[in-house]
T-cell receptor, first 115, second 113 residues
Framework: ETGVTQSPTHLIKTRGQQVTLRCSSQ?????VSWYQQALGQGPQFIFQYYREEENGRGNFPPRFSGLQFPNYSSELNVNALELDDSALYLC??????????????FGPGTRLTVL | AQSVAQPEDQVNVAEGNPLTVKCTYS??????LFWYVQYPNRGLQFLLKYITGDNLVKGSYGFEAEFNKSQTSFHLKKPSALVSDSALYFC???????????FGKGTRLSVIA
């Protein structure tokens, strides 16, 4: 098991609602990335936060937004939920330094169902 | 832009036999390659990575992967499969340090006793 935790485990929302997902990074890590994994697909990059600033974004609309806090924990917020937002949302933490390609450590994910 | 292809949706192998899960990639610069495994209702678990150096990379649980630059491949291998290896395997690539990973669609490995 990694030291990355996510909450809640499962969530059911209806179309148009808003949702906040939470992630606690592994100790010593300063970077958090969020991924969306639709059923039968590989994870798709949403965005990354480094030192509380967004540090890269994938092909997701602005209604997907995030935050990183001073303790490096993070939130993913999704507004105006659509049916296609139903997926497993994965948080990954890593250490971004001046050298090395440090692997990302993933949390167990939050399963979001939009009805 | 980077991309990863995992040409097999499903791989079946008998317990004790060698296994191979295939991955090919496309990047504009030097590739940095990773394999992750996902068990049911779990997040992704890191297996191994290739950054530079020896083309044969050894990882967790007896897995290894061979980097082949001319064929742009990074196939995952294990000499003797276990039933407990049954899971979903993802290959991922990045072309710069600390940039997001680009994942393949995944290959479901089924090891039959």
């Amino acid at each position: 098991e990694t030291g990355v935790t996510q909450s809640p485990t499962h969530l059911i929302k209806t179309r148009g609602q808003q949702v906040t997902l939470r992630c606690s990074s592994q100790s010593g890590h300063n970077t958090v990335s969020w991924y969306q994994q639709a059923l039968g697909q590989g994870p798709q990059f949403i965005f990354q936060y480094y030192r509380e600033e967004e540090n890269g974004r994938g092909n997701f609309p602005p209604r997907f937004s995030g935050l990183q806090f001073p303790n490096y924990s993070s939130e993913l917020n999704v507004n105006a939920l659509e049916l296609d937002d139903s997926a497993l949302y994965l948080c990954a933490s890593s250490y971004s330094g001046t050298s090395a390609h440090n692997e990302q450590f993933f949390g167990p994910g939050t399963r979001l169902t939009v009805l | 832009a980077q991309s990863v292809a995992q040409p097999e949706d499903q791989v079946n192998v008998a317990e004790g036999n060698p296994l191979t899960v295939k991955c090919t990639y496309s990047v504009s610069g030097n590739p940095y390659l990773f394999w992750y495994v996902q068990y049911p209702n779990r997040g992704l678990q890191f297996l191994l990575k290739y950054i530079t150096g020896d083309n044969l990379v050894k990882g967790s649980y007896g897995f290894e992967a061979e980097f082949n630059k001319s064929q742009t491949s990074f196939h995952l291998k294990k000499p003797s499969a276990l039933v407990s290896d049954s899971a979903l395997y993802f290959c991922a690539v990045r072309d710069l340090r600390n940039t997001p990973l680009v994942f393949g669609k995944g290959t479901r490995l089924s090891v039959i006793a």
